[in-house]
């Protein structure tokens, strides 16, 4: 096996990036991107204790394109066999996007033997598009216009995707040129039929049935802002599934606005993945929720013999409607919405 390659029983090689020793931080990337979109974060993780590892899906980045296996089905078994061939254990699992759906379907198919707990980051369970079932979602004809730009000037079209993707048709917004065009050129490495197939994974699975199967604690983080998966038709309808569920919502700002919140320590760690609703202060928060898997080594099943009590009287434990958070959705959570009507600790 070639280092950092691995190839799966189909024989589809998977590219990864393994970065530091300690607990175990998986991170599974949104459409059409790679891994390359977490090094901000892994970066940050890798240098306070924990090992972080991030894999191109199949068909994007630095993996092959086949023709086939380019469903969330596919998606999770690439996940899988990483794992497996990794031996990873106790994981924290990261997901944005597409990710999110990837992480939950790896979960629905394999199970939670080998995953502590998960992080939906703007993910797209339970389904995006609009049904009978499903009235809040999204019109096919959105996903067709997405299915038209890619198999048409995919090029031009990467580029006009990336300004609400980062927020930059919002005002105030401070995004970079250099992080339009970084979005642009991780979008061109994805191939063309494997983006244009994953539209449909990412839109049309419903994750329902996977999204009840999800038995560790589970904390969905999602922009309210978010232009490219609307909240309330995902996480806020997503998390009423999971047991074990958290949530912290990004109301009213901009798209990455609310790194200005952060107080100034919080400024020095290294910069946040550019995600619509998302912001560099979170990587700090994050590494604290992270943080207590080394702390707690009792958590891996506290979640499943009742909620753990929480020490002290911090108003930041509580949510705004007088509800226990953990102590690690504490440290997540800056001043900004948390929601929650599950018992279960994230840590």
């Known amino acids: 096996m070639a280092k950092h390659i691995i190839t799966t029983t189909d024989g589809t090689q998977i ?46 980045g630095r993996s092959s394109q086949p023709s086939s296996g380019n469903d969330m089905n596919g998606y999770a078994d690439d996940l899988a066999q990483l794992i497996e061939t990794l031996d990873l254990k106790n994981i924290t699992m990261v997901g944005h996007s597409t990710g999110g759906g990837e992480v939950v379907r790896y979960i629905g198919r394999h199970g939670t033997g080998r995953v502590a707990r998960a992080v939906l980051i703007g993910a797209v369970p339970p389904v995006m598009l609009k049904s009978a079932a499903n009235p809040e979602g999204l019109p096919l004809e959105v996903f067709d216009g997405i299915r038209s730009g890619v198999a048409g000037d995919r090029s031009q079209f990467y580029k006009d995707l990336a300004i609400p993707f980062y927020g930059a048709n919002r ?34 699975t419903d994750f329902t049935e996977d ?72 990587s700090w928060r994050f590494h604290h929720a992270c943080h207590r898997q080394r702390l707690a080594p009792q958590r891996r099943n506290a979640h499943r013999s ?42």
């Not at 949530?247 to 619509?276: D, F, K, V, W």
């Not at 504490?330 to 599950?342: I, K, T, V």
Request: proline content about 7%; some cysteine; overall charge positive.
């Open 211 to 282: 999204l009840k199967k999800v038995d560790v604690p589970t904390l969905f983080m999602h922009g309210e802002d978010d232009q490219i998966v609307p909240v309330h038709d995902s996480a806020k309808k997503a998390a009423r599934l999971v047991q074990h569920a958290k949530e912290i919502y990004y109301p009213g700002a901009p798209p990455r606005a609310h790194r200005h919140h952060a107080r100034p320590h919080q400024r020095r760690p290294a910069r946040l993945h550019p995600y619509p609703g998302l912001s560099a202060p979170l």
């Open 171 to 204: 005002a105030g917004s401070k995004v970079s040129q250099g992080e339009l065009d970084q979005f642009w050129l991780w979008s061109m490495q994805s191939g063309q039929k494997n983006a244009y197939e994953c539209v449909k994974a990412f839109s049309e």
């Open 15 to 60: 590219y990864y990036k393994d970065w530091g020793a300690g607990p175990v931080v998986t991170f599974s990337h949104g459409w059409p991107l790679n891994a390359d979109a977490w090094d901000g974060q892994m970066h940050f993780l890798a240098q306070n204790g924990f090992r972080v590892i991030a894999h191109d899906r199949r068909g994007h």
């Open 306 to 347: 009742g909620p753990v009590p929480l020490r002290g009287a911090d108003r930041r434990n509580r949510c705004a409607g007088g509800q226990r958070r953990s102590a690690a959705a504490a440290d997540l959570d800056d001043g900004h919405e948390c929601r929650s009507g599950r018992s279960g600790e994230l840590a």
